[in-house]
């Protein structure tokens, strides 16, 4: 069986949000020689994005088509029967989720199966070990700095699997002019987070020394960047959304809520403050100046501990009194955002593993850590969980079916993000 040799690649992605999907699509142009858009898809579910969260990413002029996990699977033979299999498949996913479609894709049994790349959107910070193992049996795990590609190595290593699937890259998304202080403007940003912190109290916390921040610098223009509108989904749920808590507050006319790209919101910043965000990395590579909460405490759960080291660490107090955290350069080098020009050639090795890969005769059989000898009280309920099957018939889908099915749908999502939250704080009083 011959490589695939076509001059143009064809990629698809597969994410299951908003977030993931900005990272998919950004990810497939840096590693792979495709000069078309990827061909996009989103796991319908819990975190389905809305049309609103999918064009704020700002990463394709194209909407990705809603699927199911079997969708996809038939979406991807389909294309292989009309001789116009993918090349690259991109799985923007959560470990489980890249387990189970591993599976899908292997059971498909391709002629020329796709190249199958998976990674992490951010800061990986929690469920390192278990996360991994469920995302081995990709061609290419992507981690998005030297840190994080020698602890991705040294799980495989450690329960004996592979980890030649490792490649060290960077977040995809960096990027954007660096910082320019501008005369007469003096702008705080405050990255919020769906579900750090959890509780209702410590973001009431937060917001109200936000509030108070903006009260203290009336001349500084105080912003909290939102990810999400209220009955919207993210990858996290956020049971107590900002947007509410800010309603039993009086905040003063230099503080605002805002939404939008953050490329956008940070060509405006001039101090980034977050509890653990992605977004802190995005300013750091942009040099804007930084701060790390500590407030709340510097704990797992919170994921700010992944900064212990970086020299941004700071709280409310020292932040009131005008403090703007110097990075620490070591760090900053061993996460991927040093501004020493290398960001570009940061993607290089990853494109060259795609490229290799892609020029062999044959790909190898998808062969992961996670199977029914290594993991059987285990792996057979992530895979229940997803229902990969695409032998049954694909149902027609009458007008009135369609309908019914997007009621229900709304019903669902209603439920999950508001029902769930209120039987959930009702079962604690």
Do not use: C
């Amino acid at each position: 069986m011959q490589g695939s040799n076509r001059e143009a690649v064809r990629v698809a992605v597969l994410a299951d949000s908003d977030t993931r999907w900005k990272w998919g699509a950004l990810t497939a142009r840096r590693i792979t020689t495709a000069t078309a858009e990827p061909t996009g898809f989103v796991l319908r579910g819990r975190a389905t994005p809305t049309a609103r969260q999918l064009a704020e990413t700002g990463v394709s002029t194209t909407t990705p088509r809603e699927v199911t996990g079997a969708d996809f699977l038939r979406a991807v033979r389909d294309a292989e029967a009309r001789g116009e299999g993918y090349d690259v498949v991109v799985l923007a996913l959560v470990g489980g989720t890249v387990r189970a479609v591993l599976q899908g894709l292997s059971d498909l049994d391709l002629d020329r199966r796709p190249v199958i790349v998976t990674g992490y959107v951010g800061v990986v910070y929690e469920k390192l070990t278990d996360g991994l193992l469920l995302r081995h049996g990709a061609d290419v795990v992507l981690a998005n700095s030297r840190h994080d590609a020698e602890r991705f190595r040294a799980v495989y290593e450690g329960v004996g699997a592979g980890a030649d699937s490792v490649v060290e890259a960077a977040l995809p998304f960096l990027g954007g002019a660096p910082h320019t202080p501008e005369a007469g403007r003096d702008t705080l940003v405050f990255a919020a987070q769906p579900s750090v912190p959890a509780t209702r109290t410590e973001r009431a916390y937060v917001l109200r020394r936000l509030i108070e921040h903006a009260r203290l610098h009336p001349h500084r223009e105080v912003l909290l960047k939102l990810r999400s509108k209220p009955g919207e989904h993210t990858t996290h749920l956020e049971e107590f959304p900002f947007q509410k808590l800010v309603r039993e507050l009086e905040p003063p006319a230099n503080f605002r809520l805002v939404y939008g790209h953050m490329g956008e919101v940070l060509d405006r910043t001039d101090l980034l403050v977050t509890v653990s965000s992605t977004a802190a990395l995005e300013a750091l590579h942009r040099r804007i100046p930084t701060a790390i909460l500590t407030d709340l405490g510097v704990r797992e759960a919170l994921g700010n501990h992944h900064f212990v080291g970086s020299g941004l660490l700071a709280s409310f107090d020292r932040l009131d009194k005008g403090l703007a955290p110097t990075p620490d350069e070591t760090w900053l080098a061993r996460q991927g955002v040093a501004s020493d020009g290398s960001y570009e050639a940061a993607f290089d090795a990853a494109r060259d593993r795609v490229t290799a890969l892609l020029a062999l005769p044959a790909l190898p059989p998808i062969t992961p850590y996670y199977t029914a000898e290594t993991a059987p009280g285990y792996l057979p309920g992530i895979l229940a969980r997803h229902r990969l099957d695409v032998t049954a018939p694909e149902p027609r889908e009458s007008g009135l079916r369609r309908i019914v099915r997007d009621a229900a749908r709304g019903a669902y999502r209603h439920g999950v993000q508001r029902v769930a939250p209120v039987i959930r704080r009702l079962g604690e009083l």
